[in-house]
């Protein structure tokens, strides 16, 4: 069996069944989430719907200027969303770090990607460029908010620490070791142990989808090994030039902590 | 050694002249709030004032990389700091920080004997108390023989007896080694036995205390 079963109108109806069953538990149980529910698969539906539509738009009218135009739409919503997620109050030049790291980071990244590992041609082909790219961005976006809210809390949590090895003589860098590295470590963790456990605990998004399109399972592997090892490289790059960057704007001119 | 002129800082410390010696002890006491700490914190650049000039050694204090300067001029916070790791750990990690060289077990036994902790070296110093805490922290600034030592309430947490040992000890090591000594304390007693220089701090302006040594 290698054809792509089309799902009609009445089959794709049929899923929401799964919702119907969650509501009934949900308001049998009187957990007052119904509302939540229902807005999610709506939002859901029409998104993607949309979407659907836009990347049809898109792949039959490729582009460069499209291609990039969708990523750096993709880099704006995830840079936003990462603002979103972190609690604690971020300064300008943290905002500014978090954007530049995560554009330059994830660019750098997906176009190594693009042009060395896939070596797409033409580059722009919107069918691989932009669905790769959402994968390296949206895996470096949740490891860019986990870092930073590591280094932000642990720096605003750590101060007296922190202040206590600059008067015993401490670089700023030295002074903030070993918290920027527990922050750089709890960003790559969900990475390692999504790499650990995938194909065993788990089939990953992108090769299942491949497999269920018709596209041999050797294929579909090649591709995912490909991409997990281009995420893990990205998520690695965004967030140790955010963490880099970061620990460093919290020290002014005088080596001072400014919080 | 310091010299500071018409300093200022958020509205609450005013310095118009202030004279601080060398290879001598400075006390400085005053009311809670009244800008101690923060004179502790200009001469090692942990704070810039908003106007006015600092000099140490006849150099203004800008001219001085923040962080060399620090690693001559060491200050032990108010709030005794643990670090991760054993005690041995704790008291290297000033010498680590200043990148000097580190110093042997029984090093660390003798200055663990001289603030009186009664530890051995590879116990995990979260557990200490308040008072060995602050013993700990001495330890620390001390093993690093920094030109000035800045303290900030070293002996807050001791019981008299354990403070005047403590003291003493602190004021030899200042004396036998040509140092020089600030120190911010609660107790106009305490200031006035060890003798040195005296400076009270009114509403965020000292006032040199008559009958210094």
């Known amino acids: ?48 719907m949309l979407t659907g539509y836009v990347l049809v738009l898109v792949f039959e009218n490729p582009h460069p200027a499209i291609t990039l135009l969708a990523i750096l739409l993709m880099q704006t919503f995830a840079v936003f969303n990462i603002y979103k997620r972190i609690k604690s109050p971020l300064s300008t030049a943290m905002k500014q770090i978090i954007a530049f790291a995560m554009i330059s980071g994830t660019a750098l990244s997906l176009f190594f ?31 860019i908010a986990l870092g930073a809210s590591n280094l932000v809390d642990g720096i605003h949590k750590q101060r007296h620490i922190i202040e206590g090895s600059l008067m015993l003589g401490a670089t700023p860098q030295e002074a903030v070791r070993s918290l920027a590295n527990g922050a750089f470590d709890a960003a790559i963790l969900p990475t ?50 955010m963490v880099h960057l970061g620990a460093k704007s919290f020290f002014n001119q005088q080596k001072q902590l400014t919080l | ?57 006849g150099q203004p204090l800008e001219s001085y990389d923040p962080v060399q300067l620090r690693r001559q001029v060491v200050m032990m916070a108010q709030d005794s700091l643990v670090f991760p790791g054993s005690i041995r750990e704790n008291l290297l990690i000033g010498l680590r920080f200043s990148e000097k060289p580190g110093v042997s077990d029984d090093v660390l036994k003798s200055m663990m004997e001289m603030v009186k902790l009664r530890k051995t070296l590879d116990e995990d110093p979260s557990n200490l108390s308040g008072g060995e805490k602050q013993r700990l922290a001495l330890g620390r600034v001390l ?7 800045l303290l900030d309430e070293p002996s807050s947490s001791l019981d008299e007896e354990t403070e005047s040992l403590v003291i003493s000890r602190i004021t030899d090591y200042v004396h036998k080694r040509g140092k020089t000594l600030v120190m911010v304390t609660h107790s106009k007693a305490l200031a006035e036995s060890i003798g040195g220089d005296h400076i009270t701090f009114e509403n965020g302006s000292p006032k040199p205390m008559p009958g210094g040594a």
């Open chain 2, 1 to 57: 050694m310091f010299q500071l002129k018409n300093i200022r800082l958020h509205k609450i410390l005013h310095i118009p002249d202030l004279i601080i010696e060398g290879n001598r002890i400075t006390c400085i006491t005053g009311e809670s709030g009244g800008g101690k700490t923060t004179l502790l914190k200009l001469l090692n650049r942990m704070k810039t004032p908003d106007a006015g000039t600092i000099t140490y050694l």
């Open chain 1, 113 to 143: 990607f693009i042009l060395v590992v896939i070596r797409l041609n033409p580059w722009y082909h919107p069918q691989y460029f932009i669905p790769l790219g959402g994968m390296i961005i949206g895996n470096s976006m949740t490891g």
């Open chain 2, 143 to 149: 093993l690093m023989y920094p030109e000035v030592l």
């Open chain 1, 1 to 48: 069996m290698s054809e792509i079963i089309e799902l009609s109108f009445s089959q794709l109806a049929a899923a929401y069944v799964f919702v119907i069953v969650l509501i009934v538990i949900v308001k049998a149980k009187g957990i007052p989430r119904e509302k939540d529910i229902l807005l999610a698969s709506v939002r859901m539906t029409l998104q993607l």
């Open chain 1, 192 to 241: 390692i142990n999504s790499m650990l456990g995938m194909g065993i605990v788990f089939l990953p998004g992108m090769m299942t989808g491949q497999i269920l399109s018709g596209v041999s399972p050797t294929t579909a592997i090649e591709y995912q090994i490909a991409i997990m090892l281009g995420i893990a490289g990205s998520v690695t790059l965004t967030v140790f030039l």
